[in-house]
């Protein structure tokens, strides 16, 4: 079945510092990619998408690029502020079945100190 | 505010309960998901409704059921309920079945078994 495997965290950095959380894939077919973000409190955020292959997805300064020859979805910051601190989800869609369950990775906690 | 309303937003009961949860899509949205969150499985997928219709199951208790009604919005029941079902339980939805641009959540609700 299809899974996603995040960066283990959590992670903790200081304000302007680059991020990056690892997100890799197993999925059949050409999965649709996301990465989700969760603040205190509240539901899930999208964040950005990439829908096939070489595709870049970005918003907030964030961004991630679907790379299907490392089946990977890595998310990257050049300068983090303490208002990104939250939860990160790196989830895809199957192209496979005809319904639209997602499958999310376990997160990733960042931490952004002043 | 993404527009799905997600009911209560806490509940607290005794084992052995039943409850409902209750989702309002966003407008336009005719998918709805339902997903779990607790610390240690993330985020579960539970079932998925299209305009009236379970489109997907995952691994939904034979305790929870849902369904999705004629003016979109969808109720999931819990009885029976265990101590383990503690758990954030979230809505999402989109426009359409197979959800390829992602969902929207809403902020959950915070089920609490004693």
């Known amino acids: 079945g299809d899974s996603v495997t995040q960066m283990e965290g959590p992670v903790t950095l200081s304000e302007e510092a680059f991020l990056t959380i690892n997100c890799t894939y197993t999925?059949?077919?050409?999965?649709?990619l996301f990465w989700y973000v969760q603040y205190p409190g509240e539901g899930l955020q999208l964040l950005l998408k990439a829908t096939k292959a070489d595709d870049k997805g970005s918003n907030k300064g964030f961004e991630a690029t679907y790379r299907k020859e490392t089946t990977s979805f890595h998310l990257e910051k050049g300068s983090v502020q303490v208002s990104d601190s939250a939860v990160y989800f790196c989830?895809?869609?199957?192209?496979?079945?005809?319904?639209?369950?997602?499958?999310f990775g376990d997160g990733t906690t960042l931490t952004v100190k002043p | 505010d993404s527009g799905v309303t997600q009911t209560p937003k806490h509940l607290i009961t005794a084992t052995g309960q039943r409850v409902t949860l209750r989702c309002s899509p966003r407008?336009?949205?005719?998918?709805v998901y339902w997903y779990q969150q607790s610390l240690d499985q993330g985020l579960q997928f539970l079932i998925q409704?299209?305009?009236?219709?379970?489109?997907a199951k995952g691994n939904i208790l034979e305790r929870f059921s849902a369904q999705q009604f004629p003016d979109l919005h969808s109720e999931l029941n819990l009885s029976s309920l265990e101590l383990g079902d503690s758990a954030l339980y979230f809505c999402?939805?989109?426009?359409?079945?197979?959800?390829?641009?992602?969902?929207?959540f809403g902020s959950g609700t915070r089920l609490t078994v004693v």
């Open positions: 409704y299209y305009n009236g219709e379970e489109r």
């Open positions: 999402a939805s989109s426009v359409d079945w197979t959800a390829p641009h992602g969902y929207t």
């Open positions: 999925a059949t077919g050409y999965p649709s």
């Open positions: 989830a895809l869609v199957s192209s496979n079945t005809n319904a639209g369950k997602s499958t």
């Open positions: 407008s336009g949205d005719l998918s």
